[in-house]
């Protein structure tokens, strides 16, 4: 199933999602695949704030577009795994039997999944800016994001003996 019909799916059922991905067998290929995506489309999202910060601090957009590159990147990814490393090991100490990448993988979804209200979420922070909009599209981002990590988790294994 392509990419974008799975992220679709996953907001009305994001176990059945899941539940398929894991059956697809252990792949870090795909999973490093999958937090690119999602950082790629974090990066992308951040355009519209920083060209807003551009213009109203009389910067240049390149390098703030760079340092945006370098994080999301190259540097969000190793602390992805870093994140869905230590979920793992979390997970194990409240009875969990998720594997390494199962934990992992359920971070890299969730974070895709979310990505499509973060592109919202940069848009409302540069055409809008700061305030009660921007709020509600993060929290509505972040409770996704919560959402879908959490039901990914439960698939993959948290508190199952």
Same mark, same amino acid.
């Given at each position: ?17 899941? $539940? =398929? ?21 974090? *990066?992308?999202? /951040?355009?519209?704030?920083?060209? $807003? /910060?551009?213009? %109203? ?9 760079? @340092? ?11 602390? *992805? ?7 793992? *090991? ?5 009875? @969990?039997?998720?594997?390494?990448? !199962? !934990?992992? %993988?359920? %971070?890299?979804?969730? &974070? ?26 993060? !929290?509505?981002?972040?409770?996704? *994001? %919560? &959402?879908?990590w959490a039901s990914d988790l =439960? /698939?993959?294994?948290?508190?199952? =003996?």
């Amino acid at each position: 199933m392509p990419v974008t019909t799975d992220i679709v799916a996953a907001y009305r059922g994001p176990r059945t999602v899941f $539940r =398929r991905l894991l059956a697809m067998g252990a792949n870090e290929g795909r999973a490093l695949a999958i937090v690119m995506a999602g950082c790629a489309i974090f *990066f992308i999202s /951040e355009w519209p704030r920083l060209a $807003r /910060e551009a213009h %109203l601090t009389d910067q240049e957009l390149n390098p703030l577009l760079g @340092g945006s590159l370098m994080a999301w990147i190259f540097i969000a990814p190793l602390v *992805f795994y870093a994140i869905g490393t230590l979920s793992q *090991f979390v997970l194990r100490i409240f009875g @969990g039997t998720a594997s390494g990448y !199962a !934990a992992r %993988l359920a %971070l890299f979804w969730a &974070w895709l999944v979310a990505s499509p209200i973060k592109l919202l979420h940069g848009l409302v922070a540069g055409f809008i800016g700061p305030g009660p909009g921007l709020t509600a599209v993060g !929290a509505i981002w972040l409770l996704v *994001f %919560l &959402w879908v990590w959490a039901s990914d988790l =439960r /698939e993959a294994g948290w508190g199952r =003996r």
